[in-house]
């Protein structure tokens, strides 16, 4: 395919699959929810309890935050990064969290082939696509790490530009670099976008967020009940005024 339909046209389409299957997955979850009697958390998918579903976590969890950074703060990551300490330091442990996702993935796919072979778990078969695009993504960007000193300094310059180009709606195709291995990252990231919200991993992300939105509104919840039961008897007074003695 084209570059303009790789790097022009997919990523739309795949904020489109996230967006709209997310949005149906969660309506489906709610009323799961509401089919479970007593609360929600009997629902709740769980993470898995093994070495490398935690090494994967942590490690992706650390390698969204460094993007996000690359993304969110490009000037707060390049004053940070003109020092060749600070660049040593985000590309040490970039890279590092890059490895750990990487073990944790390799450990996490042995213990689903085992158990799916024994008969105990069956894979979804997005789920098994998913990770195959996390590994893609992961071994990419080590390469691209390993082979291309101070990924990130260029980085700032080419595909951070490129991405706020998409989210403009005027992709720049000409800031992606010519190299296969850096069009391969990219690529594979926007499927794992495609992909994410017809996993069981969505599910988990979601019973989480909303978890985490309970917490935060649960002060809340009583002077929004007072307010409710102050506005209901106010409103009834206003449409059926008592009648004076």
Do not use: N
Request: hydrophobic share 55%; with cysteine.
């Amino acid at each position: 395919m084209s570059d303009h339909v790789l790097f022009g046209v997919f990523p739309y389409i795949a904020g489109a699959s996230l967006v709209l299957v997310t949005l149906l997955r969660l309506s489906l979850l709610r009323e799961r929810a509401r089919g479970v009697a007593g609360a929600r958390a009997s629902f709740l998918p769980r993470m898995p309890r093994t070495v490398g579903g935690w090494l994967c976590a942590c490690g992706l969890i650390g390698l969204a935050g460094g993007h996000v950074l690359l993304l969110a703060f490009p000037d707060a990551v390049r004053a940070w990064t003109q020092a060749s300490s600070g660049l040593m330091i985000f590309e040490g442990v970039m890279f590092a969290l890059g490895v750990l996702t990487l073990l944790g993935l390799l450990a996490l796919t042995r213990v689903r082939l085992r158990d799916s072979a024994a008969g105990r778990t069956a894979m979804r078969l997005a789920d098994v696509a998913l990770i195959g695009v996390l590994l893609v993504i992961v071994v990419s960007g080590l390469v691209m790490a390993a082979k291309y000193r101070w990924a990130s300094s260029w980085s700032l310059v080419t595909l951070t530009p490129y991405v706020h180009s998409v989210l403009r709606f005027d992709p720049r195709l000409d800031l992606l670099a010519t190299q296969y291995l850096v069009k391969l990252h990219v690529f594979s990231s926007f499927a794992f976008v495609a992909l994410l919200p017809f996993t069981s991993a969505i599910d988990l992300l979601l019973a989480l967020g909303s978890r985490m939105l309970d917490i935060a509104f649960a002060p809340f919840r009583g002077r929004a009940r007072q307010l409710h039961a102050w506005v209901d008897q106010r409103g009834r007074q206003l449409v059926w005024p008592e009648e004076e003695d």
